[in-house]
């Protein structure tokens, strides 16, 4: 069965050099063949490995606040005639060790469990991994209730995690694998302010969410982040091309 490595990239929020660097990441820690795809409006700048295809489209208003909505449409009947198991990756996570085992572990569909409220349902979609096609009825009752769908839930991460639950098909990657940049590698107050970020014990995938992107983290440049954190240079050991 073919395995894709899909991610997405729109506006220009984030340039080529994300998405180039993940495919090098991806080929560093990935064991066997795969197929890299990116959804964009944009191929400029993308390496020739990297497939890029039309992201399909949602049909929402004009103006709504970013939630991740784009997303959904990874789960259309037919995206683009792609066959197999998908692995989804934010495009600015940063890759750390081998990625074999997400293609390996049972499950009809896997996500990150939320750090902040584990107590929640709620999944983190930053890493997520599915069967192309298996599930279009999600994406379709987004689009026959957009509205009302985008009331009940904040974002495409909270209502994908509460259809799944609904459906008993949401199931969670084992804590270790997917740590969270601002919540693990960070030393708590007030050691964060002598002791450098450090890649978690087990981590295979370190998640940026929030206003620190890799490059910021790798100079400790904070962005106005609640945590303040020193410079962290492995991640150049990761984050590169």
Known sequence: MTRHILCMKWGDK???EYVNRLYAMVRRHLRGDFRFVCLTDSSAGI???VTCLPIPDLALPDGLPERGWKKLTTFEADLHGLRGVALFLDIDIVIVDDITPFFELPGDF????DWKRPWRVTGN?????FQLGAHADVLAKFRAESAAMRQLYRNEQAYLSGVLHEQGKLQYWPKAWCASFKYHAIATFPLNYVVAPSIPK???IIVFHGVMNPPDALVGRSNGNWRH???SPWISDHWKE
Request: aromatic content about 10%; proline content about 5%; glycine content about 10%.
């Open 229 to 231: 954190a020193k410079a």
């Open 47 to 49: 390496r020739e490995e």
């Open 125 to 129: 979609s930053s890493v997520y991994r």
């Open 110 to 113: 896997l996500i990150i469990h």
């Open 202 to 204: 087990g981590a295979r």
């Open 14 to 16: 984030y340039g080529p």
